[in-house]
């Protein structure tokens, strides 16, 4: 058996558990085998991802117990590029982190950030509803803490608002997942699409309720509203590093509706076919526009990129709201392209807040900031990535995105709440970056000025932008790669044969052994 798809667990695992225990270590020895344990997890994604480019999927059953009934983790297409995704980003934010020093030298921030990592991979690589469950809460339990560190009064009311929340959409994910089981009798994604279609008239409405309670917690985690106006200041208030690896978070509830729905409630799913379809398109055109009217809205710079992975997951959810094959392959190359643009918002965001003497991140008049052309550049790319403006991924993405919906019965509505966004949000960093390095006032008297950002600060941010400007540059393989993905989402008959055998037992059969 092939043990490398546990390998993303593993090493987050044992990397946490092994920092839990490292208080007495020097802070640089911390900062060093964090370090390595990322670098070792983006070269096992990597491995992972060359592995399954070529459409063979990988099936690992802990303890060789075979499926539906053991415990199992899948990589696919979707779920390898997410896990290299995840490991540039975790690299480039505690890269980050360890250069200015925010709050690392604590002997459980590294601890933390691992833990953070094996929710979010173990979440891209299981293959049944309750595991998946399991690592949300792990994810979430780290997020917590990870936006506490500092116990700045922000993040204790942003992170209690993300408490309650949460351990509502918990319940509500557990009360699903009881619903789907009972009527059932399995919560193995590939033995769901077998086993939802061939559901009683009197079965499926119990069935039903348990995808639309668990839609609401995926809207929950993915922030889609109106169950998302949490995001922006928790975001906002969360250290840099950490609000950057947070970008990814939200992909996680995306990822959880593109593998759960259109698998096993998908055109297929006979009395459940595409339950979703009805809430997901006006709901994630709510969050597109309130997103964008947010970001023109808000008075400082950490709050605007808190807005802008609203805005980004609106338009994202707009794509897979599609629920065809150019949609899903929309989805997922903007999904790469807005979790690389948003975490490097939110560090170039807080080297320029570092820089500015007066005004910290607040839009308003400061004296001229130290280093500005540098940091300029850094802000003017990032923004353009974000806006989705011409040359870079984020305009790419959006293209897939109006394409795919242009044979939409609601197109005209989607292509004029997409660009009309996206016009807000330019006018909005337009209007933010003149605030910022153009309107100066004169210095106060003995100020001094900041010392340059160190090369590895600079580094984390410059190496993310370097990946957005490779999504263009091999543009036509990201593209490629996005759509075998999406044509798997979209014929999911290869997932379940990989997983389940074509000599596995026929629904019934299996569902009169409960």
């Known amino acids: 058996m092939n043990h490398l798809p546990i390998v993303p667990i593993l090493l987050p695992l044992i990397a946490g558990s ?61 779920a390898a590029a997410l896990l290299v995704l995840t490991a540039i980003v975790a690299c480039a934010s505690l890269l980050y ?9 604590a002997p459980r921030f590294h601890a933390l950030f691992q833990f953070q990592l094996l929710g979010i991979q173990g979440a891209f690589l ?36 993300v408490v309650v929340l949460n351990l509502i959409g918990s319940a509500l994910f557990l009360l699903g997942v009881a619903l789907i089981y009972g009527v059932a009798g399995t919560l193995n994604f590939a033995d769901l699409a077998r086993v939802i ?28 509203l109106p169950l998302g106006f949490w995001l922006p200041r928790a975001y906002g208030a969360a250290a840099a590093a950490v609000a950057a690896l947070f970008a990814v978070l939200t992909k996680v509830g995306v990822y959880a509706v593109l593998r759960v729905y259109p698998l096993a409630f998908g055109p297929q799913a006979g009395e459940l076919a595409n339950v979703a379809e009805p809430w997901l398109l006006p709901l994630a055109l709510a969050t597109l526009a309130f997103g964008a009217l947010g ?12 807005w802008v992975v609203l805005y980004s997951v609106g338009s994202l959810l707009v794509a897979v709201a599609l629920f065809s094959a150019d949609g899903y392959a929309a989805a997922i190359y903007y999904t790469v392209h807005s979790t690389l643009a948003s975490a490097a918002l939110f560090l170039v965001v807080d080297l320029v807040a570092a820089n500015r003497t007066t005004a910290g991140d607040r839009l308003d008049a400061a004296d001229a900031m130290p280093h500005g052309a540098l940091l300029g550049s850094f802000f003017f790319v990032t923004a353009v990535a974000v806006a989705g403006v011409p040359p870079l991924s984020g305009f790419v ?20 709440s997409l660009l009309g966004a996206a016009l807000v949000v330019i006018v909005a960093f ?61 014929n999911p008959a290869g997932y379940i044969e990989a997983v389940l055998g074509g000599d596995h037992a026929a629904p019934d059969d299996r569902r009169s052994l409960r």
């Open 126 to 161: 299981t293959g049944d509803l309750f595991n998946l469950f399991v690592f949300f809460e792990v994810l979430l339990i780290a997020s917590y803490a990870l936006l506490l560190h500092g116990l700045a009064a922000d993040r204790v009311r942003a992170a209690l608002h």
């Open 397 to 416: 993405g959006k293209v897939l995105i109006l394409d795919a919906a242009s044979t939409h019965p609601a197109a005209a509505l989607i292509w004029s």
């Open 295 to 306: 970001v023109l809205a808000a008075r400082s710079l950490r709050l605007a990129a808190g």
């Open 18 to 78: 092994v920092l839990l225990l490292s208080t007495r270590w020097p802070a640089t020895a911390r900062h060093a085998f964090s370090l390595a344990a990322v670098v070792a997890q983006l070269a096992v994604a990597l491995t992972l991802f060359a592995a399954v480019a070529d459409g063979p999927i990988l099936v690992y059953a802990l303890g060789g117990w075979a499926p539906p009934f053991g415990i199992v983790l899948v990589v696919d297409r979707l």
């Open 97 to 105: 982190a360890v250069a200015r020093d925010t709050g690392t030298a």
């Open 197 to 224: 279609p061939a559901l009683t008239s009197a079965d499926a409405p119990l069935a039903r309720v348990g995808a639309l309670l668990l839609l609401v917690v995926f809207a929950l985690k993915s922030a889609l």
């Open 430 to 490: 337009s209007r933010a970056g003149s605030a910022v390095f153009w309107r100066t006032v004169p210095a106060p008297v003995g100020a001094t000025a900041p010392p340059r950002p160190s090369l590895a600060a600079l580094a984390a941010p410059a190496a993310i932008l370097g990946c957005v400007a490779a999504l263009v540059i091999w543009g036509g393989s990201a593209t490629a790669f996005a759509q075998a993905a999406a044509r798997d989402l979209a």
